[in-house]
């Protein structure tokens, strides 16, 4: 049931959305050099790397590491990339990765190939077995600004409650934090 919703959801977020993906596309190309889209490496369900599609908000030449890990972040941003972050923007290209079946709405966000202390705790902690989201229960509990281990806690609560009602609710307060811009540090 999970996967049927995923592809009927993302199909109809697709279609709305076409227009504001397709501006959004535009506006990445005319404001700095490179494509629009920017493939990063992740750690999908059984650790099994996948590419995922975002909004390039950061230069050609940015390190592939998580933006935390950045001696200045800020210093690496497209001059729309503070706003597409802040807004989410960035993550619509996931719809893709959705209708692909690399991920679902709802799951632990997928680590960076490289995050290798969050793979470890995932991994012992059974999280891995998990489908990655493009949200989750880590994502409206605190986002950018929890520790690693507070967020595969979340995860790990997430992977003992999973239910459909619990994954709309996740969803629903998603679009909210979004609207508020709540956690976003970069």
Known sequence: MKRLFDLALATLLGLILLAPILAVALAVRLTSR????YWSD???QHNVIFKMPKFRSMRVDTPAVATHL?????AYLTPIGS???????DELPQLLSILKGDMSFVGPRPAL???????DLRNQARVNELLPGLTGWAQINGRDELPIPQKVKLDIDYLEAQSFWLDIKI??????????????TH
């Open 70 to 74: 950045l001696p200045n972040p800020d």
């Open 83 to 89: 706003f597409l972050r802040k807004s989410s923007l």
């Open 113 to 119: 190939f490289n995050q290798y202390d969050l793979i």
């Open 42 to 44: 992740r750690v999908g």
């Open 171 to 184: 969803i629903w307060m998603t679009g909210i934090k979004v609207l508020k811009r709540d956690n976003v």
């Open 34 to 37: 490179g494509p629009a889209l």
